[in-house]
């Protein structure tokens, strides 16, 4: 089975969730969804320190994935390779890696590391960006493997940045010390 199998399979056993994977993909693009989180966590002294580590995480992600990755991989997109008619809006990048699933595991990487409670469904959600981004033929798996593992690297060294640089950060409550996981 190869990567185009793959999204063949993905389409053929659901095509009724276009419209559901059309809404996950929109979503995240620009990272909205993630950004939004963030802000609602900044706006919490307690989880403040997370909304911070998701801000960075995110850009740090993007960065790699749209500004450095891509252009020196330039992969074709399915859909440019096999006609497919996409359901969302062209792509002005290459595939390698997924930016969408990059910055959705980065964000959701740092939810968990914070709050393994909201991480867990937050992992969740980036998991179904990954598959919502092969169902709409704008990945390759491979390209969205790489996305994910990107994106959770990019969360723990920026963590631990954070941590070990930044005074201010490392001044912020942190919920993991008192208990609030």
Request: aromatic letters at 14%; glycine letters at 6%; charged letters at 15%.
């Amino acid at each position: 089975m190869d990567e185009l199998d793959i999204l063949e399979w993905l389409q053929g056993a659901a095509p009724a969730l276009n419209d559901v994977m059309v809404a996950i993909t929109t979503v995240s693009t620009y990272a909205a969804v993630w950004l939004i989180l963030a802000f609602l966590l900044t706006c919490s002294k307690e989880y403040r320190r997370a909304g911070y580590a998701v801000i960075v995480s995110v850009v740090v992600a993007w960065i790699l994935a749209d500004f450095v990755i891509k252009p020196l991989v330039g992969r074709e997109r399915p859909y440019e390779v096999t006609g497919f008619d996409i359901l969302v809006s062209a792509a002005s990048t290459s595939s390698f890696p997924s930016g969408h699933t990059a910055f959705s595991f980065a964000a959701a990487t740092a939810v968990f590391i914070h709050n393994r409670k909201w991480g867990i469904p937050a992992l969740v959600f980036a998991a179904l960006v990954g598959i919502s981004r092969m169902y709409l033929y704008m990945h390759w798996p491979t390209d969205v493997l790489a996305g994910a593992l990107l994106g959770i690297a990019a969360a723990y060294l920026c963590v631990w940045f954070l941590s070990r640089y930044i005074p201010a950060y490392r001044d912020l409550p942190d919920p993991r010390e008192s208990g609030g996981q």
